[in-house]
């Protein structure tokens, strides 16, 4: 157990930018009540926003899988092949843009993302009215577009607001929206899909479910904002207060980009695992979004019931995000709590694997519960984990550019390997899951174990660190002071 008991003990030396060596370092120490007033004003002004904004990004795109279990694909007329790519295309499209995470710190944010709840909101809207192969797959295209900037800028954005042992916590709130959006989007789809109107019912799903978006975008554009030291809702003082809490004295202009940081992410091998890791999470979370409706509705269950009994796993798995975050924060040890759900999320998958009695759902249902419960908590803590070791916010940037562009490409395995073909059991996918969420326990204790040693290498070489010593991250925080969470 690790000797840090208390999130205030963490290995967190004060770190800072610096535009020149030696050009008069600000030193301002926050009292620890004013810093929690500013926190305060962050968890109800911020975090609500972006969290709201999560969820409305996942319930658009993973509502493709409630609209085939209710029967999209055979009103379409679409082949195995083709759902394979309308599930294709939202990935590759969302891939190849995933490099403009770096736009959240060069254009200001209020206005951007609110052009861009806009712009997915209508794409998704217009996925009801889509009636060939083709236009859907244009649909999709753009929501992939559109979504790539905000979801995997939004952990980066929380970053800037909150220090390292705070961070945890909201980002496991953050990330954990999306199983919430999931029961959310299972909920709705159970009850929409019983409108008796004149349109199919996922034509009536897409259509309640994008207006949403484009409505909150008012909010975002009103309240979200830019960063801490331009957030309206505090006083001038409390503005530099929340820039100097957080560690750091960043005097560049807006947008300037540290290019020795984004060299350090880019080379850093911590990077690298945490990419596998998010890579064989992904596979997960992808696939579960996509199919889990349908194979439900393949355990015997009607569509409609279907899509009420994927709604408690998803919540369920909230609750384990949120838990998770609870320990990771308090015991430190951030290895040790996504092994445990990795292992979780491999029980759940090997169940899924090894039981080929089609009559005993009972037994499979368990096995979706521990999968889901175990996948979402192990992505969670593992986003936070890269973020909390990352020295300057280019190479936090960098890193995350790496973690979700690469780690994305497991999308495009899950969108293929669960085909009609392989139903009931989905013994295939099933199996790939299991072997991707055992990776998941072996990088994260490998890692864990690395940082440990890193940490104690550094301890013999440079001495214990001090809470208050303050660490120059301009060149990427490889700092003989700076300690990583492990």
């Known amino acids: 157990m690790s000797k840090y008991k208390d999130p205030e003990q963490l290995p967190s030396c004060q770190h800072f930018e610096s535009t020149a060596a030696g050009k008069g370092d600000v030193q301002i120490m926050v009292p620890d009540d004013r810093q929690s007033i500013?926190?305060?004003?962050?968890?109800?002004?911020?975090?609500?926003?972006?969290?709201?904004?999560?969820v409305l990004s996942y319930l658009d795109r993973g509502n493709i899988g409630n609209a085939k279990a209710v029967g999209m694909d055979k009103d379409l007329n679409l082949t195995a092949r083709q759902w394979s790519w309308v599930l294709y295309?939202?990935?590759?499209?969302?891939?190849?843009?995933?490099?403009?995470?770096?736009?959240?710190?060069?254009?200001p944010a209020h206005a951007y993302i609110a052009s861009?709840?806009?712009?997915?909101?209508?794409?998704?809207?217009?996925?009801?009215?889509?009636?060939t192969f083709s236009q859907l797959v244009a649909c999709r295209c753009?929501?992939?577009?559109?979504?790539?900037?905000?979801?995997?800028?939004?952990?980066?954005?929380?970053?800037?607001?909150?220090?390292?042992?705070?961070?945890?916590?909201?980002?496991?709130?953050?990330?954990?929206?999306?199983?919430?959006?999931?029961?959310?989007?299972?909920?709705?789809?159970?009850?929409?899909?019983?409108?008796?109107?004149s349109l199919e019912p996922w034509r009536y799903l897409f259509i309640i479910e994008g207006a949403p978006t484009i409505l909150f975008s008012i909010v975002v554009?009103?309240?979200?904002?830019?960063?801490?030291?331009?957030?309206?809702?505090?006083?001038?003082?409390?503005?530099?207060?929340?820039?100097?809490?957080?560690?750091?004295?960043?005097?560049?202009?807006?947008?300037?980009?540290?290019?020795?940081?984004?060299?350090?992410?880019?080379?850093?091998?911590?990077?690298?695992?945490?990419?596998?890791?998010?890579?064989?999470?992904?596979?997960?979370?992808?696939?579960?979004?996509n199919f889990l409706p349908t194979i439900l509705t393949n355990m015997g269950y009607t569509?409609?019931?279907?899509?009420?009994?994927?709604?408690?796993?998803?919540?369920?798995s909230f609750f384990c995000c949120v838990a998770a975050a609870?320990?990771?924060?308090?015991?430190?040890?951030?290895?040790?709590?996504?092994?445990?759900?990795?292992?979780?999320?491999?029980?759940?998958?090997?169940?899924?694997?090894?039981?080929?009695?089609?009559?005993?759902?009972?037994?499979?249902?368990?096995?979706?519960?521990?999968?889901?419960?175990?996948?979402?908590?192990?992505?969670?803590?593992?986003i936070t984990w890269l973020l909390n070791n990352q020295g300057g916010d280019s190479k936090k940037g960098a890193g995350m550019a790496m973690l979700a562009i690469f780690g994305q490409c497991s999308s495009l395995i899950s969108s293929s390997v669960f085909p009609d073909a392989d139903a009931p059991l989905y013994t295939k996918g099933c199996a790939l899951g299991c072997a991707f969420t055992g990776l998941i326990a072996v990088l994260a204790m490998g890692l864990h174990v690395s940082l440990t040693l890193e940490n104690k290498k550094k301890d013999r070489l440079y001495g214990p660190v001090n809470e208050n010593d303050r660490v120059d991250v301009t060149e990427g925080g490889d700092h003989p002071n700076f300690r990583y969470l492990t």
């Open 38 to 54: 500013i926190r305060k004003k962050f968890d109800r002004r911020v975090l609500p926003i972006v969290c709201i904004l999560y």
């Open 89 to 107: 295309s939202f990935y590759i499209c969302y891939i190849i843009f995933e490099w403009t995470t770096i736009m959240w710190k060069i254009l």
């Open 116 to 131: 861009l709840c806009i712009c997915w909101g209508a794409a998704a809207m217009c996925s009801g009215a889509v009636n």
């Open 142 to 197: 753009l929501l992939g577009i559109f979504e790539a900037v905000f979801g995997c800028g939004a952990p980066y954005f929380l970053s800037l607001f909150y220090q390292r042992r705070e961070l945890g916590f909201r980002l496991s709130l953050l990330l954990g929206m999306s199983p919430v959006a999931n029961c959310f989007a299972s909920a709705l789809a159970y009850g929409i899909t019983q409108i008796n109107g």
């Open 221 to 289: 554009f009103l309240f979200l904002p830019d960063s801490p030291g331009s957030a309206k809702f505090l006083s001038e003082t409390e503005q530099t207060e929340a820039v100097e809490r957080l560690q750091t004295v960043d005097r560049t202009a807006k947008g300037k980009m540290q290019w020795s940081q984004v060299f350090q992410g880019l080379t850093d091998y911590k990077n690298y695992v945490h990419m596998v890791i998010h890579f064989c999470c992904n596979y997960s979370f992808s696939g579960l979004s």
């Open 303 to 316: 569509s409609i019931n279907a899509q009420g009994l994927a709604a408690p796993p998803y919540l369920a």
């Open 326 to 382: 609870l320990v990771s924060d308090r015991w430190g040890n951030r290895g040790y709590v996504v092994t445990f759900f990795a292992l979780m999320g491999t029980a759940g998958y090997l169940i899924l694997t090894c039981v080929q009695d089609e009559s005993n759902t009972a037994t499979r249902y368990a096995g979706v519960w521990l999968a889901t419960c175990g996948i979402f908590p192990s992505l969670s803590i593992n």
